[in-house]
Each structure stands twice: as C-alpha cells, then as structure tokens.
C-alpha cells in the first residue's frame, strides 16, 4: 500500500537538468508528505526535500534553488525537478512517504530509487 516507484534518473553533464518522478498509490498521495532521498557512494543517506499534502515544501540548503519538489494530484505523482546539476549531486535517490514535512521518519520500505549521475 506504500510503495512508491521512481523513475527518471540518467546522467548529464554539470550544470544539466533532470525530472525525477515518484509514482504513488492515490490512498498514499493523499494522506502522506513525501520526501525525496539520496544516498551517494561512502556517504550516508541524506534528505533532500519534501512536500506536505497541503504543498508545503522543504529543502535541504545545497540544493535550494536548484531543486523543485511539486505534486501531480491527477497522477499521484510527485516530482524533483533538478536543475544547474553538480557533481555532488550524484547519488542514487528515493522516494518514501512521512508523516510530516520536514522529517527524519519515513513509512513503509525503501524501494529500488533511481541513479543520478553528474559528470564532467
């Protein structure tokens, strides 16, 4: 009932864009703030934004301007537009649903995310 699918990954030089999409349950949609995650090579799990059922944002302070979460509610699905793509922005990224927005805790299971590669 919690699983969220994303898509959209890929590889582009520094300073390119990417849409990620994060594909969910209309039950879950509704009822849930979502995050987008990412985890990069020896380097922890880390928050990257979120948005709230009412469409409050959060973001984590590297990719403020850069990085736009929005919602879909015809789709129910939530997006991460990622634009001016650094290098540092590689890592692979999730999606899961919370109960708020901002938040550490996150319902359900970690599915398989999507890569996202930046290099010159």
């Known amino acids: 009932q919690l699983t969220l699918v994303e898509s959209g990954g890929g590889t582009v030089h520094p300073g390119g864009s990417l849409r990620l999409s994060c594909a969910a349950s209309?039950?879950?949609?509704?009822?849930?703030?979502l995050g987008w995650f990412r985890q990069a090579p020896m380097k922890e799990r880390e928050r990257v934004a979120c948005?709230?059922?009412?469409?409050?944002?959060n973001y984590k302070d590297s990719v403020k301007g850069r990085f736009t979460v929005f919602r879909d509610n015809a789709k129910n699905t939530m997006y991460l537009q990622m634009d001016s793509l650094k290098p540092d922005d590689t890592a692979h990224y999730f999606c899961?649903?919370?109960?708020?927005?901002?938040?550490?805790?996150?319902?359900?299971?970690w599915g398989q995310g999507t890569q996202v590669t930046v290099v010159s």
């Open positions: 209309e039950s879950t949609f509704s009822k849930f703030s």
């Open positions: 948005i709230s059922t009412g469409g409050y944002t």
């Open positions: 899961i649903a919370q109960p708020g927005c901002p938040s550490t805790v996150t319902f359900g299971s």
